[in-house]
């Protein structure tokens, strides 16, 4: 009878433990979606938003290279003018000053958008380098997040084990019925007491691994 209650006591523990566990992984996997639609909005957002950058840009150029194009019509009619019958040289003296003003004014104009330019590009740049703390952050995060479940699983399961070795030994004797969980997170168990710690002490198990009983956390 005696050996029939232990097996009991010990298959209730094994069960808790297994359903602690599927919780904790169910919370998990739903935990990493979220974080995955988040990062994957946030990284279509930034997609958008330098696509967007991209394409200013080439209205610019676009603009640019039209404005060039008109110089270069503008300085042909003069020199046509300067040819002989081609008028007066007080015009075209004065056509001469106002197209070199409108030169410098074009100049003026390439140098204000080559430096918005360059402020698109150091935005760019900085863009990506937000985007690469965001997920070196993530990953942080995410790694403190495992180790912080990992953490709350043992402790758990050492609650639901507990509760029912209370309720199917009806208040026995405890520290009879060790469990551990292996590096591949299995349950490994039940053990007594005395066979834990010698393989404890030998250093069969890892310094933060979780070694779990009825009654409390044995690290």
Same mark, same amino acid.
């Not at 909005?41 to 394409?55: D, E, G």
């Not at 040289?89 to 140098?111: G, I, K, R, V």
């Not at 997040?145 to 084990?161: G, K």
């Given at each position: 009878?005696?050996?029939? /209650?232990? *097996?009991?006591?010990?298959?209730?523990?094994?069960?808790?433990?297994? @359903?602690?566990?599927?919780?904790?992984?169910?919370?998990?996997?739903?935990?990493?979606?979220?974080?995955?639609?988040?990062? /994957?909005?946030?990284?279509?957002? =930034? *997609?958008? =938003?330098?696509?967007?950058?991209?394409?200013?840009? *080439?209205?610019?150029?676009?603009?640019?290279?039209?404005?060039?194009?008109?110089? +270069?019509?503008?300085?042909?009619? &003069?020199? @046509?003018?300067? #040819?002989?019958?081609?008028?007066?040289?007080?015009?075209?003296?004065?056509?001469?000053?106002?197209?070199?003003?409108?030169?410098?004014?074009? =100049?003026? @104009? !390439? @140098?204000?958008?080559?430096?918005?330019?360059?402020?698109?590009?150091?935005?760019?740049? !900085?863009? #990506? *380098?937000?985007?690469?703390?965001?997920?070196? %952050? /993530?990953?942080?995060?995410?790694? %403190?997040? &495992? +180790?912080?479940?990992?953490?709350? /699983? +043992?402790?758990?399961?050492?609650?639901?084990?507990?509760?029912? +070795?209370?309720?199917?030994? $009806?208040? $026995?004797?405890?520290?009879?019925?060790?469990?551990?969980?292996?590096?591949?997170?299995?349950?490994?168990?039940?053990?007594? $007491?005395?066979?834990?710690?010698?393989?404890?002490?030998?250093?069969?198990?890892?310094?933060?691994?979780?070694?779990?009983?009825?009654?409390?956390?044995?690290?």
């Amino acid at each position: 009878m005696q050996e029939a /209650a232990l *097996q009991e006591r010990s298959d209730r523990q094994r069960l808790a433990l297994e @359903q602690a566990q599927r919780e904790q992984l169910r919370e998990r996997e739903l935990r990493a979606s979220s974080a995955a639609r988040d990062q /994957a909005q946030q990284h279509q957002a =930034q *997609q958008q =938003q330098q696509l967007l950058l991209q394409q200013q840009a *080439q209205q610019r150029r676009r603009l640019q290279l039209f404005e060039q194009q008109q110089l +270069a019509e503008a300085v042909r009619a &003069e020199m @046509q003018q300067q #040819q002989p019958g081609g008028g007066s040289s007080s015009s075209s003296t004065a056509q001469h000053q106002q197209l070199q003003q409108q030169q410098l004014q074009l =100049q003026q @104009q !390439q @140098q204000q958008r080559q430096q918005q330019l360059q402020q698109l590009h150091r935005m760019q740049l !900085q863009q #990506q *380098q937000q985007q690469q703390q965001l997920q070196a %952050a /993530a990953a942080a995060e995410a790694a %403190a997040s &495992e +180790a912080a479940e990992a953490r709350e /699983a +043992a402790a758990a399961a050492a609650a639901a084990a507990a509760d029912a +070795a209370r309720g199917g030994a $009806g208040g $026995g004797e405890g520290g009879s019925g060790w469990f551990y969980l292996d590096p591949q997170n299995r349950i490994q168990g039940p053990f007594d $007491g005395s066979e834990m710690r010698q393989w404890f002490e030998a250093g069969y198990f890892q310094v933060l691994s979780s070694i779990l009983t009825d009654a409390c956390t044995f690290m």
